[in-house]
Each structure stands twice: as structure tokens, then as C-alpha cells.
């Protein structure tokens, strides 16, 4: 019986103490942020959206060899030698044209080890988290442009064999 | 425990949608009126087929799926798995290295614990320690995707480096939450810990007793829980983890048996504390260097095997990798601290009530992607 009471006391007296701890909390600053409206900066390595300056690109396929998932695409061809020379801006030759370039956003995990990889740092994440779309197939981000893939020369196939 | 029931056994199915499993887990409880005559867990629900995947993946790839495992608490998990392959290849790491890994696995393990308390306080039905846990851990996440760019999942600890060295001005930025969070561990008490509610609600239930916790192989918070004073960071040091003075908290009890709910949900309020210390000596060891200097430019270890243990937030986490000399590891085997724990946890449910069950399964603070993997 006594320790019914005890009880009851116990837990009003225990039950003020974190309601107090709880009404000293009304007068901090509040630290939620209304998102839609409020935006936090996002720091300058955030990882989010990848992004390819393919005019920078040497079509190495160093990325989508390292990437653990698989989400890079990247088919190459060899420049004809009639066709001017051109550089990438830190002075590498961009000796293959890069006919396709494909990300599949839906894939990519976000772990960034395809750009440590890159050689002229032409694939970066950038600080762009809301890219939702309706239809999963808008999330492959073709990066070659339409020069590239335009000027590529036919491929001849291999001739089968009867 | 010996179960005397009578009358109609009835099969209860909970989850795998149930809100306090903490992920997909389903229970499939055999009640006898209020009595739970035995609960079964029913597991896999999140499998994603790691350490096959890992066969296939070069090992610096494998990093972000073990991030995957334990998302509450990634850092630890690439830790354990770095430090295993750099067992393997023999590669000796730096001090600033070394220092930036245990303060970040040590404010990772407070954000853990964080979220172990405050879901834990959600499932018994106290909802304002959530919130107040979740505030403090996002200084934490703002604190690693400052330094790292992501704030879950981090691929931050790499073999024989680290991705970025820390930006100018982590040291004091970390200090500050120190010196901010540690009065804030006296509130979460008054909130929670203290409260008569509270503690009667979990004081008594769910008894795990140190034989059987031993038995069953049961490590971490878990284990302390129930008194027996292992830690593999103590025990088994790595990282040079001996050169800082922490204690190592045990449940005494303070309410009731050993081993109960509430030993086990003050075992990791106090950890949090003893982090805070290591994090402490870990910033003022901190010393210039470069991060990237050991990184090997292949990581192709020699043939071998090794077995690497650390001390994660949840328990003793076990990689164990088989080298046959290529780019990809030929096995890849997980020790995790949570599957162990759910084999224990038919035991201690036995014979407890149905909402029992939530409280128990709720201090144990399993993660279900560290148990499906």
C-alpha cells in the first residue's frame, strides 16, 4: 500500500522535473527550418547530382570502371586525323570522341569515387539535391552533345560468319 | 524461462510493417492471452546479398555498400572493413589519420546512440526526448557533411586515407558541440532517464542475464548491459584506442535485476559521455599531416586471409576477408553485432507480455540492414 502511494509520488515529482526541463525549452530559439520556403546552404563538398563538363572529357572510362554500380555509360571512338586538334583546359589532348556519355542517377550511390578518378576533373558532384522527376527514365542524364554524336562516323560490322 | 500456459495458443504476426521493429522485421509471437509463449524472429526482409556483391566489386568499391549495412551508424562500418584490408596489405597509417577516424567513429557512435535513445523513448511512448536527440545529431550530420559531402552515408574512411583532410576550423567546431552537448546528456535525464514512468515501464522487463548473453554471443551495449565489462576497444585495442583514458559503463542494476530494459538504455547514455572524452584527447592529439599518404594507387593485398574486430555502436563488428591475390576479395564474411543479438532475443521474450515485447526489442536497437546485410 505504501509503496502504491510512493509510487504516484515518485512519478508526479520525476514527471514535473522533465516538464520543466521541457517549458525552459520554450524560450530557445527555434532550430527547424521551413524547407520549401527556407533553404540551407549546402557546403561546397556536398554530393549530390553528377555533373560531366564533357568539353573537358577525354573519354577515359576511368569513372565507370570505378563505379561500383555501374551507372556510367561511355562509348568512345577514335578521332579521324583530318579533324583539328583539340585540348581539354587543363592542356590534355582529347584524343577520343565520347559518342555517349549516360548517367543513370537512378543507380549512382552517391559515393563519389568516380570523381577522384577523373584525370582533367571534368566530372564533379554538384550541390543540386532536388531533380525528383515522374518517370524514371528522365533520370539518365545524357552529357555528350548533339556535335559529338552527330559527326561520329558509321561503325562497320564485322562481317558474320556463314 | 519455463513458461506454464494454458488454453488456446494464438499465432500474432508483428511486421514486418510495424512501426517499432525499427526496419522489416517480422515477430511471429505465440500468445497465450497477454503471455508471450515465444516470439520468433523472421528475418531478411532487407537482404541485399553484401558479401556476394562484395566478391564482385573491387575493394575500395565496397566501401560504400558497407556503409549500407548499419546506416545509423556508417562510419564505424567502413572503419571496421578499411582497417581490415589495411591489416592485410600492411599499411601503417598516420597519426592525423588515425586521430580524424576516432573522432569521427566517436561522433558517429553519439549520433548512433542518439537515435537508439530517442526511438527507444518513442516506442515506450515519449515522444519530446525523439525530437531533442534528433536536433543534437543533425550538428553531428552537418558537422561530417561539411567535411565529407554526405550526411548518411559517407565513404569517407578509405584503405590506407582518408577522403578529404577536415576543413580548417573542424577542431573547434567539434570542441563547441562537446562543450554545447554534454549538458544537454543531464537533460535527455531529467527528460527520460529519471522519469518514474519510464523506469518502471523498463526497470523490471526483459531480463537478460549475463550467462545467457554470453551464450549466445551477444557484444556491445547489450552485453555491458547486463554487467559484463567487454569492450573490444579495451580489450582488444586497434587504433591505438589504448593510449586514451576512457571507462568502459556497465548496468549495475540500479533499478532492479541486472539486465534489464533500462541497464541497457543507460549503458549507452553513459557511452555517449565516455565518446565525448575520447573526443576530447583525439582533438588535442591532432597533429599536421597529410591524409592521402598512404593510400596505395592498386589495392591488390597478397594472398591471405584476416580477421578484423572494432567496436561499433551496436557491438563487435568482425570482417573477415579471403585474398586470393586479386583487385576483389574471394569471400567476404560479416560478423554483425545485431544478428547475434536477435538470436538472444527469443530468449529474454519468452514469457513476457505482448507490449513487453516492444520495449525489449526496442532496447536492444537492432538495426535490420546490419542484420539482413
Known sequence: ??????????????????????????????????????????????????????????????????????????????????????????????????????????LCCYCALCTFGCPTHCLFMTGEYEYAVYDKVCHIYPFATEKQMISKTPKQQPAEKA | ??????GDVMTLNMGPQHPSTHGVLRLELKTDGEIVADAIPHIGYLHRCFEKLAENIDYPGIIPFTDRMD?????????????????LMGIQINNRVRCIRIIMAELNRIASHLIAAGTYGNDIGSFTPFLWCFRDRETILDLFEETCGARLLYNYNWIGGLMYDVKPGFEKKVID???????????????????????????AVGILSPEVAI????????????????????????????????DVPVGKGDYGPVGSCWDRYIVRIREVKESCKIIRQAVAKLTPGDVHESIP???KPPVGEVYMRTEAPRGELGYYIVSEGGVKPHRLKVKSPCFTVMSAFREVSRGSMIADVIAILGSFDIVLGEIDR
Open chain 2, 297 to 299: 594507387k592498386r589495392v
Open chain 1, 1 to 106: 500500500m505504501l509503496n502504491y502511494f510512493r509510487d504516484i509520488g515518485l512519478g508526479i515529482v520525476t514527471v514535473l522535473k522533465s516538464m520543466g526541463v521541457a517549458w525552459r525549452h520554450l524560450f530557445t530559439p527555434s532550430v527547424t527550418l521551413q524547407y520549401p520556403t527556407q533553404k540551407w546552404t549546402m557546403p561546397e563538398r556536398s554530393r549530390s547530382k553528377l555533373f560531366n563538363k564533357i568539353e573537358d572529357c577525354i573519354g577515359c572510362g576511368q569513372c565507370a570502371r570505378v563505379c561500383p554500380t555501374n551507372c556510367i555509360t561511355i562509348q568512345t571512338e577514335k578521332r579521324g586525323k583530318e579533324e583539328p586538334e583539340i585540348f581539354a583546359s587543363d592542356g590534355t589532348a582529347i584524343k577520343l570522341r565520347t559518342y555517349v556519355y549516360d548517367i543513370d542517377m537512378t
Open chain 2, 71 to 87: 546506416y545509423c551508424a556508417a562510419m564505424n562500418m567502413e572503419l571496421g572493413y578499411v582497417l581490415a584490408v589495411e591489416k
Open chain 2, 215 to 246: 551464450n549466445y554471443g551477444v557484444t556491445g551495449p547489450n552485453l555491458r548491459g547486463s554487467g559484463v565489462k567487454f569492450d573490444v576497444r579495451k580489450d582488444e585495442p586497434y587504433l591505438g584506442y589504448e593510449e586514451f583514458d576512457f
Open chain 2, 1 to 6: 524461462m519455463e513458461v506454464d500456459y494454458s
Open chain 2, 177 to 203: 558541440f562537446i562543450d554545447y552537448f554534454e549538458p544537454q546528456v543531464g537533460n535527455l535525464n531529467k527528460l527520460l532517464s529519471d522519469n518514474y514512468i519510464f523506469v518502471k515501464r523498463t526497470a
